[in-house]
T-cell receptor, first 115, second 114 residues
């Protein structure tokens, strides 16, 4: 079984400041890792994903994440946030050996960007 | 850009009533999913559907729930005899052939059970 832990339920940050949203996972097999963003009253949108290869993954809107196998982490970072980045961010994992793409989500981190 | 569409966007129903939530996945996708998000909580897997049958379901997906793909395009979630605790946002998602890892989500159907 797989699980995802997002320790920070809320992260307040000032505009133009850097931010890191933490994600740790547990799995008995290798995993694919994802970050999804949910803007208010909208569905989930893929920010970035790690399948294999380079451990540093770049996504949309200037976000990036680094896969660290030894620490079982996939933290999301942005060097300078904007007001429009205010949203809920979900980390998720899937099992690459499975036939489909079933995702297991973390509890989410609410990023609130303030002026 | 192809997208997953869901209807209705919001449904209010009385406890004990049946509800059908509809989804039109991306046309060439083969894997279909329903997820649920109770207000303030995480997104939970309900069921996956492949090759016209359920491939996996969670413990949440009991006999009260059913899914079907009646006409090759729509993918529906039926909730029989709704309970107050079924109030949530229900997301449909679809994925392409092979395990590319990415799911495409609809904007959700908010169900309110009174």
């Amino acid at each position: 079984a797989q699980s995802v832990t997002q320790l920070d339920s809320q992260v307040p940050v000032f505009e133009e400041a850097p931010v890191e949203l933490r994600c740790n996972y547990s799995s008995s097999v290798s995993v694919y890792l994802f970050w999804y963003v949910q803007y208010p009253n909208q569905g989930l949108q893929l920010l970035l994903k790690y399948l294999s290869g380079s451990t540093l993954v770049k996504g949309i809107n200037g976000f990036e994440a680094e896969f660290n196998k030894s620490q079982t982490s996939f933290h999301l970072r942005k060097p300078s946030v904007h007001i429009s980045d205010t949203a809920e961010y979900f980390c998720a994992v899937s099992d690459p050996t499975g036939g489909g793409n079933k995702l297991t989500f973390g509890t989410g981190t609410q990023l609130k960007v303030e002026l | 850009e192809p997208e997953v569409t869901q209807t209705p966007s919001h449904q209010v129903t009385q406890m004990g009533q049946e509800v059908i939530l509809r989804c039109v996945p991306i046309s060439n996708h083969l894997y279909f999913y329903w997820y649920r998000q109770i207000l303030g909580q995480k997104v939970e897997f309900l069921v996956s559907f492949y090759n016209n049958e359920i491939s996996e379901k969670s413990e949440i997906f009991d006999d009260q729930f059913s899914v079907e793909r009646p006409d090759g395009s729509n993918f529906t979630l039926k909730i029989r005899s709704t309970k107050l605790e079924d109030s949530a946002m229900y997301f449909c998602a679809s994925g392409g052939q092979g395990n590319t890892g990415e799911l495409f989500f609809g904007e959700g159907s908010r169900l309110t059970v009174l």
